[in-house]
């Protein structure tokens, strides 16, 4: 069983930075894809960015996209999503996700393990 745990949510300036953590256990992940997805009050879950199993391959959505920037440490089983220039409209609760898939996935229907989420507060 994969237990995803995400850290380094906070609240933060609008033009600051954040970098979120997501730590897996109970096995490797360093075949998986994996995603940062974030919801807001009232809205669906959206994918934020998503990574390919070894790490060559990312997505962006053209909201984040030259702000954020994911990335894998296979020897620390962790993702991590870098956020800078920080808007108000990036707060939400984020949470990672893991599906064992070498393929770039970017429908949450295709996750198969999630994290609890932890919450970012941006003040404008």
């Known amino acids: 069983q994969v237990q995803l745990v995400e850290s380094g949510g906070g609240l933060v300036q609008a033009g600051g930075s954040l970098r979120l953590s997501c730590a897996a256990s109970?096995?490797?992940?360093?075949?998986?894809?994996m995603g940062w997805f974030r919801q807001a009050p009232g809205k669906e879950r959206e994918l934020v960015a998503a990574?390919?199993?070894?790490?060559?391959?990312?997505y962006y959505s053209d909201s984040v996209k030259g702000r954020f920037s994911i990335s894998k440490d296979n020897a620390k089983n962790t993702v991590y999503l870098q956020m800078n220039t920080l808007k108000a409209e990036d707060t939400a609760v984020y949470y990672c996700?893991?599906?064992?898939?070498?393929?770039?996935?970017?429908?949450?229907?295709?996750?198969?393990?999630w994290g609890q989420g932890t919450q970012v507060t941006v003040s404008s």
């Open positions: 996700a893991a599906n064992p898939s070498y393929r770039l996935l970017i429908d949450s229907r295709s996750y198969e393990y």
């Open positions: 109970g096995r490797a992940l360093r075949y998986d894809a």
């Open positions: 990574i390919n199993g070894n790490g060559r391959v990312t």
